[in-house]
């Protein structure tokens, strides 16, 4: 099955500092989404990449996707302490019915 | 802007009694599912839903296990002897084909 896998596990930086994520994932997939998780609380939807796309922005957000090398990063830029937060990847094969494999996520601390 | 809806948002049940989780994907979305995340573990599919069917189900999607889409809006998770290793936060999620997948803010289960 695919398994995103992201890097670091945790990261603290200051605000206003710029954070690096990145994931990695085993089989083919059809695209990646980035998910956004505060302490207990629900998935947020931030970014979807398809496996023919190398680059997609969103606001503060880069994401890269190298399908040879079968990783992703996401970028945020100007960090803010309300993006602390986990992190998480998670690749679909591309169907409809298939479920989302996700990673562990990084655990991200902006510090003020 | 539509949302998934899951209700309760907590529910502490004994080990043993049945439990129905209760999820409103968006009205549009075509692909329903669950998925559990046990505390400071990753998010794990469960079971993905379509045209009043189950598509793709995880080895964790057992005989306790059954989703039903009771009417035209509600899309249920049963769990029908709960053990204490049920007890996680489970997420609804439904998509529109071929884009992200949306969850719901989950339902948090304690099994005592």
């Known amino acids: 099955s695919q398994q995103g896998e992201e890097d670091p596990q945790a990261l603290s930086i200051q605000e206003g500092e710029n954070a690096t994520m990145n994931c990695s994932y085993k089989?083919?997939?059809?695209?990646l989404q980035w998910y956004r998780q505060n302490s207990g609380r629900g998935l947020v939807h931030l970014i979807l990449?398809?496996?023919?796309?190398r680059e997609k922005h969103s606001g503060r957000l880069r994401v890269t996707l190298d399908t040879s090398k079968k990783s992703s990063s996401l970028l945020i830029t100007a960090s803010r302490a309300a993006d602390t937060a986990s992190y998480f990847c998670?690749?679909?094969?591309?169907?409809?019915?298939?479920?989302?494999?996700f990673g562990k996520g990084t655990h991200l601390i902006i510090q003020p | 802007e539509p949302e998934v809806t899951q209700t309760p948002s907590h529910q502490v049940t004994q080990m043993g009694q049945e439990v129905i989780l209760r999820c409103v994907p968006i009205?549009?979305?075509?692909?329903f599912y669950w998925y559990r995340q046990i505390l400071g573990q990753k998010v794990e599919f469960l079971v993905s839903?379509?045209?009043?069917?189950?598509?793709?189900k995880s080895e964790i999607f057992d005989d306790q296990f059954s989703v039903e889409r009771p009417d035209g809006s509600n899309f249920t998770l049963k769990i029908r002897s709960t053990k204490l290793e049920d007890s996680a936060m489970y997420f609804c999620?439904?998509?529109?084909?071929?884009?992200?997948?949306?969850f719901g803010p989950g339902t948090r289960l304690t099994v005592l």
């Open positions: 998670a690749t679909g094969a591309g169907g409809g019915a298939d479920g989302l494999t």
């Open positions: 089989t083919s997939i059809n695209n």
């Open positions: 990449i398809r496996s023919n796309e």
């Open positions: 009205s549009n979305h075509l692909y």
């Open positions: 839903f379509y045209n009043n069917e189950i598509s793709e």
């Open positions: 999620a439904s998509l529109i084909e071929y884009n992200e997948q949306f």
